[in-house]
């Protein structure tokens, strides 16, 4: 049409919309999904490539026993091998079966190995109760374990464990995999399996057990330990009403089965062999076994070096101080070891309770020395070329915003070496080890026989880096001998059941890790802590005694560590959890531990030669109390500032006295 005009433009587009943002999430959400899949998948594939054959193992088998005897011969403990039998599944009173089922695997013939349904159970259980009082294990899992994996607690270990027990599901029928569990399972004081724990805690056959007797076996089965009937009939008492309790809520009793019975806890058919201290080395003697390359399947006799009055002695003084002050002091654990000068363990005490905890505290902890590590830092300067009678200054300091402080915020001023160490004057030493340098001290430390990481800064010096103690004693031992490496040992020669020598340890020339002079001079400096300084509540009046005191931060730790001419003793008190004591020092309750162990070794015939006269101090040899001035471009690698350049990464996380 005229005046009109065609318009090539296109009508407009409606603009496309965003995805929701539920649908935005949902995609995430699936995207996100696939690839944990695949992840999950991928770890399982990994994490199962090393997992053990499950074929011809769940045939019952009894272990070989193990005989631990102690330094004189006596028996100190008995493992596996005890007159228990290889019992059918059919065999075992049914009662025992029912007990075991009902209070570890109520669903045991229902589910495949893995049961979702219980691990939900037992998570609500443990969130309803704050902490863990049920696990979701199933007997076929608690066999795999047993069979193939070792304890420790991680989630790959929680994996493998699960897919073992597939496996083995897929493999054997159940009345297989129950009669495995129950013949391999440790019921405590040496007994594996149910005969061997019949016979142990009740002097006859499992066939022959009644109704509350298989109670108690199934009740040892949670915390073999703490419920054991030799040692605790009424915990053992208290543990099989639990058991009969949760027969009666599975239907495989009534109440009137239970009321007829005498629930009595059953009076102990012996006394244990051992005190709870003795198992702490046993079981340290048993790990060191699979290192002897000796041959699999056979009874042993093992010799140690064990000293069972010492042994008796340390457990004494220990156990006695905790009862007494620590609800007071809120102490609830500690750890204690004597050697000889050789490396040879005499007595070890791994915990305060072995029935609550068999964690060792002695050879598997990881704590702070605090100033108990101050001797490496003397001995590097004393290797240096210093003497014990170099002055250095005991004053505030403060280095990259750190200050570190004495235990009591007073100084003394100009000090020599020795009474730095005898009083423990924290400022003291960090001079100390800046002048020596970190590295000169880290490579000390590990001559000395310590593999743990140490700070890279100068809250080294008040031992900031959590050790083990066992190798802070190996250390000590080193220090004690005049400088000859050592490494603890427990195991002199072991036989099998004939008598035929298996194993037999070498006498080993001794290497010397530190030149005598530096070391004999330490001992003399340590001598002073005990005779005028931090040490002076283990002097005796027999023999000298040389040590060294250490207190962490807040009092998480509290240490004396000392030797006399023949004997070394490491003590530790502390918390488990790492919570603060009450005002515990290592020269107070740890010290009077020490010397009541000490009190029971006889006094050493010989003493060693003193160390040699000290130089005497000169203007030219004292530290200064601050860094010297130097030029901001040339700090100098042996200035005083060049030594701090170590201190970089941050304040340190202990000041110790």
């Not at 935005?24 to 199962?48: C, D, N, T």
């Not at 244990?272 to 048993?286: A, I, Q």
């Not at 990881?366 to 014990?388: D, I, T, Y």
Request: glycine content about 10%; charged content about 20%.
């Amino acid at each position: 049409m005229k005046g009109e005009s065609m318009s090539t433009k296109n009508p407009k587009e409606p603009a496309r919309k965003r995805p929701s943002f539920v649908r935005r999430v949902f995609y995430g959400l699936l995207v996100g999904g696939i690839w944990l899949f695949f992840g999950l998948v991928g770890l399982g594939a990994w994490w199962s490539a090393d997992l053990p054959d499950v074929h011809h193992v769940v045939t019952p088998t009894r272990r070989p026993p193990v005989s631990i005897l102690a330094s004189d011969g006596s028996v100190v403990l008995r493992i596996g091998g005890q007159e228990g039998k290889i019992v059918d599944l059919r065999e075992l009173p049914l009662s025992l079966v029912h007990a075991v089922l009902a209070i570890e695997d109520r669903r045991f013939y229902e589910h495949g190995g893995v049961d979702p349904r219980g691990l939900l159970r037992a998570m609500l259980a443990n969130v309803r109760a704050g902490g863990v009082v049920q696990g979701g294990s199933t007997i076929t899992q608690q066999l795999a374990k047993n069979l193939f994996l070792s304890p420790e607690r991680s989630l790959k270990r929680k994996v493998q464990e699960a897919m073992l027990a597939l496996r083995l599901e897929h493999v054997y029928g159940k009345d297989q995999i129950l009669t495995a569990y129950l013949n391999e399972v440790y019921f405590g004081s040496g007994a594996y399996g149910v005969d061997a724990a019949a016979q142990t805690y009740f002097g006859k056959s499992v066939r022959d057990i009644g109704l509350a007797e298989s109670a108690v076996l199934a009740g040892l089965l949670k915390a073999p330990a703490n419920y054991g009937p030799t040692e605790n009939p009424y915990r053992a008492a208290a543990r099989m009403r639990v058991v009969l309790a949760a027969m009666v809520d599975a239907g495989y009793i009534t109440q009137a089965d239970v009321d007829a019975l005498d629930l009595q806890p059953p009076p102990p058919r012996r006394k244990p062999l051992v005190g709870d201290s003795f198992r702490y080395f046993s079981d340290w003697v048993m790990s060191q076994l699979s290192a002897l390359g000796l041959p699999e399947g056979q009874g042993l006799v093992v010799h140690t070096t064990l000293v069972s009055d010492i042994q008796r002695t340390a457990e004494r003084e220990m156990d006695a101080m905790i009862a007494k002050e620590g609800p007071a002091r809120k102490v609830s654990q500690g750890a204690a070891i004597v050697l000889g000068l050789d490396g040879r363990v005499i007595a070890m005490v791994g915990g305060a309770n072995y029935q609550a905890s068999q964690f060792n505290r002695m050879t598997q902890a990881q704590r702070q020395p605090g100033s108990a590590f101050k001797p490496m830092v003397f001995l590097a300067a004393l290797e240096s070329g210093l003497s014990p009678q170099f002055m250095v200054e005991d004053a505030p300091l403060t280095l990259d915003g750190w200050s570190p402080q004495n235990f009591d915020k007073s100084y003394m001023g100009p000090v020599s070496m020795e009474d730095a160490l005898a009083f423990s004057l924290n400022t003291a030493a960090v001079r100390v080890l800046a002048q020596t340098g970190v590295p000169a001290v880290q490579a000390l430390a590990r001559r000395l026989g310590m593999t743990a990481t140490l700070a890279d800064n100068l809250s080294l010096a008040l031992g900031s880096s959590a050790v083990r103690p066992l190798e802070l004693a190996s250390a000590y031992t080193v220090i004690a001998n005049g400088g000859l490496a050592v490494w603890p040992y427990a195991v002199t020669r072991v036989e099998d059941l004939s008598g035929h020598v298996l194993y037999a340890r070498e006498t080993e020339n001794p290497v010397r890790v530190v030149d005598a002079a530096p070391i004999l001079a330490l001992q003399d400096m340590m001598r002073a802590v005990v005779a005028r300084g931090t040490g002076h509540a283990v002097h005796m009046e027999d023999r000298w005694i040389a040590g060294k005191t250490g207190t962490s931060q807040d009092y998480r730790d509290a240490w004396f560590c000392g030797f006399d001419a023949e004997h070394v003793a490491v003590v530790w008190l502390g918390n488990d959890n790492n919570v603060p004591m009450n005002g515990v020092t290592g020269g107070g309750l740890p010290a009077r531990i020490f010397h009541g162990i000490m009190m029971g070794i006889p006094a050493p015939v010989e003493q060693p030669v003193d160390a040699p006269p000290a130089e005497e101090a000169t203007a030219q040899q004292a530290l200064p109390s601050t860094p010297p001035e130097t030029k901001p471009d040339e700090p100098g690698e042996d200035s005083f500032l060049g030594k701090i350049l170590w201190f970089l990464r941050g304040p340190p996380e202990a000041e110790v006295q």
